[in-house]
């Protein structure tokens, strides 16, 4: 018999759980247990019958009896502890390298030699990670290739631009003569899409320089309260356009290191988006204040809201909520992703909070201590696959197999927003299908999913003596 076909190790520990269980059950505790009781029996069954012998014998009996029990369950203990070491120290190896594969370490690598399933299963996972290295190694080429491949369309679309623009500017002022109404007309048309592709070839070239880590940020001490002040000024004429108030709340603020024209970019496109998507007469709110390592800012607005599958997607590039409200005004749909990318490549977070009819918050923070090492962002993916991929590993982990299936129904029927699967989660809970420390754990990583933060609104409004300035 060769030693493929017989291996005494991997015959004792196939289906190690069980076989171990078993093993020291009865080998290690069972039979020593039988053999001695039945010793026991015969041997005070043999004893003389004097009295006084009899029970001299019986002490040595029970001694001998005690001893032995004793080496044998010290000898089951040595021999269980050095068979489960021999177990649990490749596994131990395994799972630290799972963490490290967690990291995105798609070096690390197990060596252990067992001779047994584990050993297997350290191969496989050996050849997992070096599959998983291939393919983040082309992710990132493909990477790499997109945003090439954008900055540069980006560069030869404005080159032609340029002369384009100015040609139909010089025909607009009837440089080459006179033009007809309807030519004119014509021409305001040609020059309006104009300006509109060529705004879209800057956000592009912004979102070129986002994902490849080319932003460019200028630091310098700033005094944030004027940014803001000076920011919600300029946006001033636009709001007044719709006799929208502009009500700045705002208290002390540090001077820091930052970007100015950066905050303001950021702070101006979600001033612009509160104002078009506002009703006349209403106000936008602009909120500050330092939270921990941060500044958090808040622009809260009383307009038509989002509903909550549309927060998923409200960063994402081009796109538009299904409302007539949005479809009344221009826009390339590609101003928030570059906010979240010009935020993000600063370590810091944008987010958003709405309700039907009853308006959205945007809120975006600033590092008090600028990040000198840009990363790169992705802005061209939207988040929405990413959002739903988590919540159905969410529900696999909490429900089983079961999980699947019940996510795909709740996706089937678009009740995958946050509000729908608290509901489905408070269900689960009457139902006793799921424990209130399950439900409410389940809520938490749903809600984290989602972007919630545990900095809410309430956590930063303003007292009595905060300064308030009506524009």
């Known amino acids: ?50 009295p006084e012998v009899f029970a001299e014998k019986r002490i040595l009996l029970d001694t001998a009896a005690v001893i032995i029990s004793a080496l044998i369950a010290v000898d089951a203990g ?66 790499k290739a997109k945003s090439e491949f954008l900055s540069m369309t980006s560069h030869e679309l404005r080159t032609p631009m340029t002369p384009l623009k100015a040609q139909l500017q010089m025909l607009q002022q009837q440089y080459f003569g006179k033009l007809s109404d309807k030519q004119r007309e014509s021409l305001d048309i040609v020059l309006k899409n104009t300006e509109r592709l060529n705004k879209i070839i800057e956000d592009f070239l912004e979102i070129s320089r986002i994902e490849a880590a080319r932003l460019r940020f200028v630091f ?39 970007d100015p024209d ?59 909520v299904e409302e007539t409200l949005f479809r009344e005004h221009d826009g390339t749909g590609l101003g928030l992703a570059i906010c979240k990318g010009v935020v993000e490549s600063q370590k810091g977070e944008m987010w958003v909070e709405s309700s039907l009819s009853k308006g959205s918050t945007f809120y975006f923070t600033v590092p008090l201590r600028p990040v000198e090492k840009i990363e790169s962002i992705r802005v061209l993916f939207s988040p929405k696959i990413k959002i739903e991929n988590e919540l159905k590993e969410e529900f696999i982990v909490l429900l089983g197999p079961m999980g699947n299936t019940e996510f795909n129904d709740l996706k089937d029927r678009s009740a995958t927003g946050k509000d729908e699967i608290f509901e489905y989660i408070d269900s689960l809970e009457k139902l006793n ?36 300035k009506e524009i």
Do not use: C, W
Request: proline share 3%; hydrophobic share 40%; charged share 25%.
């Open 1 to 50: 018999m060769n030693k493929e076909s017989f291996n005494l190790k991997k015959l004792l520990f196939s289906r190690i759980n069980r076989k171990i269980t078993l093993l020291f059950l009865m080998v290690g505790i069972i039979a020593p247990a039988i053999g001695i009781y039945y010793f026991y029996s015969i041997s005070l069954s043999i004893l003389p019958q004097n």
């Open 78 to 143: 040595i021999v269980g502890f050095f068979v489960s070491r021999s177990i649990s120290k490749p596994i131990g190896k395994l799972y630290e390298a799972t963490l490290e594969l967690e990291k995105g370490n798609f070096n690390v690598r197990t060596d252990i030699q067992t001779n047994d399933e584990i050993e297997q299963l350290s191969r496989a996972f050996n050849k997992s990670v070096i599959a998983l290295g291939k393919m983040e190694e082309e992710r990132q080429q493909l990477d």
């Open 220 to 258: 310098k001490k700033t005094n944030m309260v004027e940014t803001v002040k000076e920011t919600v000024s300029l946006m001033e004429g636009f709001a007044k356009g719709k006799n929208i108030k502009l009500i700045i709340n705002t208290g002390e603020l540090p001077m820091i290191q930052v």
């Open 262 to 320: 950066r905050v303001s970019q950021v702070l101006r496109n979600l001033v612009h988006n509160a104002i078009k998507f506002s009703k006349n007469g209403s106000k936008i709110e602009i909120n500050t204040s330092v939270k921990k390592d941060h500044i958090l800012f808040g622009v809260k607005d009383y307009g038509v809201g989002m509903s909550p599958k549309d927060e998923i997607r409200v960063f994402e590039p081009f796109f538009q």
């Open 433 to 468: 299908i799921l424990r209130n420390t399950d439900a409410e754990k389940f809520k938490i990583n749903v809600g984290k999913i989602f972007g919630d933060e545990p900095i809410k609104e309430e956590n930063y409004k303003l007292d009595n003596e905060t300064l308030k």
